[in-house]
T-cell receptor
Framework: DAKTTQPPSMDCAEGRAANLPCNHS???????VYWYRQIHSQGPQYIIH???NNETNEMASLIITEDRKSSTLILPHATLRDTAVYYC?????????????FGSGTQLTVLP | NAGVMQNPRHLVRRRGQEARLRCSPM?????VYWYRQLPEEGLKFMVY????????ESGMPKERFSAEFPKEGPSILRIQQVVRGDSAAYFC???????????FGPGTRLTVT
């Protein structure tokens, strides 16, 4: 699976959009981008994933660049409860390694 | 729809004792993964199981650790003769199919004294 690079920490004001970047320049054509978050030692929480197209769900939006070498997770209206470590993970399709490989992630702190 | 359940949530063992960690996957999920998070470190994959089969145990320490996922009942991660270095949070995740997103339980925090 491709390696990802994320900033170690970011701050965001409550109510504003939080934009979390991720670089995955060695991603293969059939690898997906997944985002998880871990709130203060709780179990990681699945957020969203995508392959090529931008994706949106009730939690967040995922913007993947056309060359797929980077992506951005957007939390449209961050709240204090969104303070967590966010992990960007690149993962192959069916038939490849099934486990998730967690890096260091980005510590997002939402400020009041 | 209940999520992934793990018990116990906290477990204290003395050095040399055995620790048994249980994981009940989400309903309809037949794929289970175990991860370990050492203090101040990231999550590391340990083992991937389907019902009655170990599919990938490449992240499991060679000695003292074992896992099973029987036809009936929860998945069990067993650590024999625990040492202080085994103190960590152990998370279980499940998915309906192997390449789908994984849903994590709340974890078991093992403390070895």
């Amino acid at each position: 699976d491709a390696k990802t690079t994320q900033p170690p920490s970011m701050d965001c004001a409550e109510g504003r959009a939080a934009n979390l970047p991720c670089n995955h320049s060695t991603i293969s054509g059939n690898e997906y981008v997944y985002w998880y978050r871990q709130i203060h030692s709780q179990g990681p929480q699945y957020i969203i994933h995508g392959l090529k197209n931008n994706e949106t769900n009730e939690m967040a939006s995922l913007i993947i660049t056309e060359d797929r070498k980077s992506s951005t997770l957007i939390l449209p209206h961050a709240t204090l409860r969104d303070t967590a470590v966010y992990y960007c993970i690149v993962r192959g399709p069916s038939g490849s390694a099934r486990q998730l490989t967690f890096g260091s992630g980005t510590q997002l702190t939402v400020l009041p | 729809n209940a999520g992934v359940m793990q018990n116990p949530r906290h477990l204290v063992r003395r050095r040399g004792q055995e620790a048994r960690l249980r994981c009940s996957p989400m309903k309809g999920h037949s794929h289970v993964y175990w991860y370990r998070q050492l203090p101040e470190e990231g999550l590391k994959f340990m083992v991937y199981l389907q019902k009655e089969n170990i599919i990938d145990e490449s992240g499991m320490p060679k000695e003292r650790f074992s896992a099973e996922f029987p036809k009936e009942g929860p998945s069990i991660l067993r650590i024999q003769q625990v040492v202080r270095g085994d103190s960590a949070a152990y998370f279980c995740a499940s998915s309906p199919v192997s390449h789908y997103e994984q849903y994590f339980g709340p974890g078991t925090r093992l403390t070895v004294t």
